[in-house]
């Protein structure tokens, strides 16, 4: 059975950073683009980044570039999300996925993140 | 702002067809495959057509969907009270190397 779980969020102050981890389980992960979905409260989902099996290739939604970096450790089967100057629109459920736009995408139960003062 | 265009809500009642559009552009429908999910209050999304048109096993054969030019549907025909839900049309956009989401359709069943 494939399982994404997430880790690392909660309420952080504006400026302030987090890292987001996803442990993965039940598929080949190292064969595997990841990706991470965020949903601010009461709104749409919106893409943040995915990364590809190797690490070498990764695209951003223009908002977090340059604020967030997405990483893997394959031999961990972990995904990672750093966020360093948080806004406050950055407050959402972050979701951990895989192949998304394929036929058999997975996600994660998601993870809530609050950048509050 | 979304990338892809979807109607805020739609309705029907027991047993009618609803369909739920889902319009783009060249750079992301005209060129890239559409998948569709649901997704219920406090849970991840749910697949319910990958590929333009093919449904995952367990999807039930009263959903389906569409792809013509740079708009995408999805269609529910039998509608049944279970189908209330949040959908979403997701994409590739070439342009953008992103990749995209529909803003959300709620579908309230009457």
């Known amino acids: 059975e494939v399982q994404l779980v997430e880790s690392g969020g909660g309420l952080v102050q504006p400026g302030g950073s987090l890292r987001l981890s996803c442990a993965a389980s039940g598929f080949t992960f190292s064969t595997s683009w990841m990706d991470w979905v965020r949903q601010a409260p009461g709104k749409g989902l919106e893409w943040v980044a995915n990364i590809n099996q190797g690490g070498s290739e990764t695209y951003y939604v223009a908002s977090v570039k340059g604020r967030f970096t997405i990483s893997r450790d394959n031999a961990k089967k972990s995904l990672y999300l750093q966020m360093n100057t948080l806004r406050a629109e950055d407050t959402a459920v972050y979701y951990c996925?895989?192949?998304?736009?394929?036929?058999?995408?997975?996600w994660g139960q998601g993870i809530l993140v609050t950048v509050s003062s | 702002q979304s990338v892809l265009t979807q109607p805020p809500s739609a309705s029907g009642t027991p047993g009618q067809r609803v369909t739920i559009s889902c319009s783009g552009s060249n750079s992301n429908i005209g060129r890239h495959t559409v998948n569709w999910y649901h997704q219920l209050p406090g849970t991840a999304p749910k697949l319910v057509i990958y590929s333009n048109n093919q449904r995952p096993s367990g999807v039930p054969d009263r959903f389906s969907g569409s792809k013509s030019g740079t708009s995408a549907s999805l269609a529910i025909s039998g509608l049944q009270s279970e189908d209330e839900s949040d959908y979403y049309c997701a994409t590739w956009d070439g342009s953008l190397n992103v990749v995209v989401f529909g803003g959300g359709t709620k579908l309230t069943v009457l």
């Open positions: 996925a895989t192949d998304l736009l394929g036929a058999t995408p997975h």
